[in-house]
């Protein structure tokens, strides 16, 4: 998979992802807030570009929605300090986590890792990019999730837990980060199931606007 963004295509190698940034949404699961970054992964497999349609799997009953926004980096770099994580940064656009919430929670209560309900083809639908730029402000980006036409989330940068800056130093201090390497920063609550024949789409004035049917 090859990303556009302005005159520049990145090839991402890997899609990093953050479970319970969003107070709110961590209440609605039940569960208790992290003391530090929860983070998993998907290949980039799971990527679906706007527009093409989102194949359901078959091994769960419950897809839910979690609309993200998703940051592209662009300069790599080991142990990045806080205060210069932003240049790092390529560009920004919104994403969804698809979850198997039915499959995860038995994952969970097995003590399992929970891949097959959260990294399954067309689990990773990504908008098109967005050049980032100093004077986008990470921590006001507005965005919401609606499917056929009701809003069934309203999130924004401003309330994680853990801020995209912070995101890039703790996933700096692990792995060495790569250009091209995509980081999901959680979803605020509202989450709920897709259906077949659905039409989800995510919003963000800042970011635009990409939409997706189910089937
Ligand atoms: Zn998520």
């Not at 998907?42 to 799997?57: A, D, F, N, R, W």
């Not at 098109?128 to 999130?155: H, K």
């Not at 995510?202 to 635009?208: E, P, T």
Request: proline fraction near 7%.
């Amino acid at each position: 998979m090859v990303l556009q963004l302005g005159s520049r295509q990145y090839s991402p190698q890997r899609i990093f992802c953050i479970g319970k940034n969003y107070a709110e949404h961590v209440k609605e699961l039940g569960g208790s807030v992290p003391g530090q970054p929860v983070v998993f992964m998907k290949p980039v497999s799971c990527l679906v570009c706007p527009g093409e349609t989102i194949q359901i799997p078959a091994h769960g009953n419950n897809l839910h929605h979690e609309a993200e926004v998703v940051v592209l980096i662009g300069t790599g770099g080991k142990d990045i300090p806080v205060p210069a994580a932003s240049s790092h940064i390529a560009g920004l656009t919104l994403g969804l986590d698809l979850t198997l919430r039915d499959v995860q929670s038995d994952m969970k209560k097995k003590g399992w890792p929970w891949e097959i309900s959260k990294a399954f083809d067309h689990s990773a639908p990504l908008g098109t990019l967005t050049l980032y730029s100093e004077a986008t402000p990470l921590d006001n980006i507005p965005f919401q999730c609606s499917v056929n036409g009701a809003v069934r989330q309203t999130g924004n940068s401003s309330a994680m837990m853990f801020t995209i800056p912070d995101l890039i130093h703790y996933l700096s201090g692990i792995w060495e980060l790569r250009e091209g390497d995509l980081i999901f920063t959680g979803t605020p609550s509202g989450v709920g199931p897709l259906q077949r024949g659905d039409r989800v789409a995510l919003h963000s004035d800042l970011l635009g606007t990409f939409e997706w049917s189910l089937a």
